[in-house]
């Protein structure tokens, strides 16, 4: 009898335990910069970024619509959608990857370095990255924050050669997520 109730209970209880689980955010933060030193700053954050993090096994997935990226200069935003990102044929960014060797008990106020690796997907390419992230966690639920370089190359995005040297070969990538149950 006290198996029964036992299992009974485990079955109550265990989509409780993984539901718990989920971290998820729609108001995540990535910004990009590929300024040259003596040009104007190439540069442009979304603020509007979803991700979700499955704590149990640090599973974790990022999605950017690429339009929603906002820079100071509208004419610059205008050439990114239409020239670089060519936004209306690739809409959108994502990540799907893990966190290596994650286990939210241990998380702190105090940043974590972990490691971060996954599959990168832009403008139709999907790359590798590995990074060394900072992750926490808060009231509100883990905080994961960090930057990696891109070549725009890589993802067969075409810089014109009348600003080639206006924007950097290599461009750095910033993200803050606050993700919460």
């Known amino acids: 009898?006290?198996?029964?109730n036992f299992i009974l209970l485990l079955v109550v209880l265990l989509?409780?335990?993984?539901?718990?689980?989920?971290?998820?955010?729609?108001?995540?933060?990535l910004k990009f910069?590929?300024?040259?030193?003596?040009?104007?700053?190439?540069?442009a954050e979304n603020k509007s970024v979803s991700a979700a993090l499955?704590?149990?096994?640090?599973?974790?997935?990022?999605?950017?619509?690429?339009?929603?990226f906002r820079f100071k200069v509208a004419l610059m935003e205008e050439h990114f959608n239409?020239?670089?990102?060519?936004?209306?044929?690739?809409?959108?960014?994502?990540?799907?990857?893990k966190i290596v060797d994650l286990d939210v008990t241990k998380l702190s106020e105090k940043p974590q370095k972990l490691t971060i690796k996954g599959e990168l997907?832009?403008?139709?390419?999907?790359?590798?990255?590995?990074?060394v992230a900072n992750v926490s966690m808060s009231k509100e639920g883990v905080i994961i924050t960090g930057d990696f370089t891109v070549k725009p190359a890589d993802f067969d995005i075409k810089i014109p050669r009348v600003v080639r040297k206006k924007v950097a070969d290599t461009v750095s990538i910033y993200y803050n997520l606050s993700l919460s149950k």
């Open 1 to 4: 009898m006290k198996k029964k």
């Open 15 to 29: 989509p409780a335990l993984f539901y718990g689980q989920k971290y998820i955010t729609r108001t995540g933060s």
């Open 33 to 43: 910069e590929a300024s040259v030193p003596a040009f104007e700053e190439v540069a």
């Open 54 to 68: 499955n704590a149990s096994n640090g599973d974790m997935a990022v999605l950017a619509l690429m339009k929603g």
């Open 82 to 97: 239409e020239s670089y990102a060519e936004t209306d044929k690739y809409p959108k960014a994502t990540f799907k990857g």
């Open 121 to 131: 997907t832009l403008h139709g390419k999907t790359k590798q990255i590995t990074d």
